[in-house]
């Protein structure tokens, strides 16, 4: 059975800092992960999607790499803002429930202040 | 990307009733739309995977005659939560694919509450 694990399980930095979130994930098996933002009461923001494939996604500030074998990603964030203020999510789409069935990690709170 | 609206964003209900929660896609169209539930400080867990024009499928442990979803459409798919208890409150949100694109797409959710 696929399970994902974040830790941290909450952060708190100083504006500026560059971080590392990390994401581990028991099976291989798996079409790609997808890292998520979250705001308190809201829905979820898609941030990167690695394909099983691929090493790593940038976006702006944010990138995020994978190594399957070893059932592990990780999510940089650069420069970091009190805008990045939420909770991040990894999530992997495991071969054994299709594509497109998402198994969510508990995710990393993160707290970024002035 | 892909639009994904999610109505009501908060529900309070009296413990008993009936609540119905919808998910749209707006610029796109969805055969398949997956509903998650989340409890505070836990992960989002899968309940169900909404079909259109069909079943949907339950994950286990989720209760079908409980939780009523309707994909009548290719852009709208609804859950309906049925004599609603205290403990169905939770954070519900709905997510849906681009065909052919395996990056997903999450509705505002819904905070439910029943007292």
């Known amino acids: 059975k696929q399970e994902v694990t974040q830790i941290p399980a909450a952060l708190s930095v100083p504006e500026g800092e560059n971080l590392v979130l990390n994401c581990s994930f028991t099976d291989s098996a798996i079409y790609n992960l997808q890292w998520f933002r979250q705001d308190p009461g809201k829905g979820l923001t898609s941030l990167l999607l690695i394909q099983s494939s691929q090493r790593e996604q940038t976006s702006g500030r944010l990138n995020a790499s994978l190594d399957k074998s070893s059932g592990r990603s990780t999510l940089y964030i650069a420069a970091s803002q009190p805008g990045d203020s939420a909770t991040y999510l990894c999530a992997v789409s495991p071969f054994s429930g299709g594509y497109n069935k998402l198994i969510f990690g508990a995710g990393t709170r993160l707290a970024v202040h002035p | ?115």
């Not at chain 2, 169209?29 to 409890?39: K, L």
């Not at chain 2, 909404?50 to 979803?69: H, M, R, W």
């Not at chain 2, 609603?84 to 694919?97: G, K, M, Q, T, V």
């Open chain 2, 1 to 115: 990307g892909a639009v994904v609206s999610q109505h009501p964003s908060r529900v309070i209900c009296k413990s008993g009733t009936s609540v119905k929660i919808e998910c749209r896609s707006l610029d796109f169209q969805a055969t398949t739309m997956f509903w998650y539930r989340q409890f505070p400080k836990q992960s989002l867990m899968l309940m169900a995977t909404s079909n259109e024009g069909s079943k949907a499928t339950y994950e286990q442990g989720v209760e079908k005659d409980k939780f009523l979803i309707n994909h009548a459409s290719l852009t709208l798919s609804t859950l309906t939560v049925t004599s609603a208890h205290p403990e169905d409150s939770s954070f519900y949100i709905c997510s849906a694919y681009v065909t052919a694109s395996t990056e997903a797409f999450f509705g505002q959710g819904t905070r439910l509450t029943v007292v």
